[in-house]
């Protein structure tokens, strides 16, 4: 860890302490059914060395004054933690390489590298229709993957599930529950909510 937090804790090289990690997870923070278990994990590690601030201990992507309370772990690890192996949200190359790395040249390389997955996304047949299903891990297909899905010139259907507070009708209600909406399905009639775009 950094000078900062090791002097902050009173930590000393070998000293124990616990981390706890926030686990990426697609339930809201502040949600009703989210316990602590749900959005961290905890890992117990020793503290190696106290790193300075000439040494990157105040490494920081932020323009502050303020210093950071840094704590570096190898990324294997963290990975492991968060369930995310092999995964990375973030790259850096340096200015100083020996041959200046050309971007337009760089990211054309790793666009041709990229599959799905690298974009959280999965595209799997169904087995029951002759319709192909393109879904996301995340809560939201991002406007640039719609708008990509468009230009092929396939009949589209939009299908959102969402988790929802509460489903009331006069004095009767239902708490938490879990409720879709689609578009019309194209040469399909939609008798059982007949004026209506979803249900």
Do not use: W
Not at 104 to 109: D, P
Not at 135 to 142: A, E, G, P, V
């Amino acid at each position: 860890m950094n000078r900062k937090l090791a002097e902050k804790l009173k930590i000393s090289p070998g000293d124990e302490v616990i981390l706890r990690v926030e686990k990426p997870s697609l339930l809201p923070r502040d949600a009703p059914l989210s316990t602590i278990e749900d959005l961290s994990v905890a890992h117990r590690a020793k503290v190696i060395e106290i790193i300075s601030d000439e040494s990157l201990g105040s490494f920081s992507l932020e323009g502050s004054q303020v210093l950071p309370a840094n704590v570096f772990i190898p990324i294997e690890k963290l990975q492991e933690l968060v369930n995310l192996q092999g995964q990375a949200n973030l790259m850096l190359l340096r200015e100083n390489l020996p041959k200046p790395a050309d971007s337009k040249s760089l990211f054309s390389r790793i666009r041709e590298c990229l599959q799905l997955a690298d974009y959280g996304l999965e595209l799997r047949s169904l087995s029951n229709r002759k319709e192909l299903e393109l879904r996301t891990r995340r809560i939201f297909l991002d406007p640039p993957v719609l708008e990509a899905a468009r230009k092929t010139g396939q009949p589209l259907t939009q299908i959102l599930t969402y988790f929802v507070n509460e489903i009331r009708k006069g004095d009767h209600s239902a708490p938490y529950s879990i409720v879709a909406s689609m578009d019309p399905i194209p040469g399909e009639s939609n008798h059982h909510c007949p004026g209506m775009r979803s249900c």
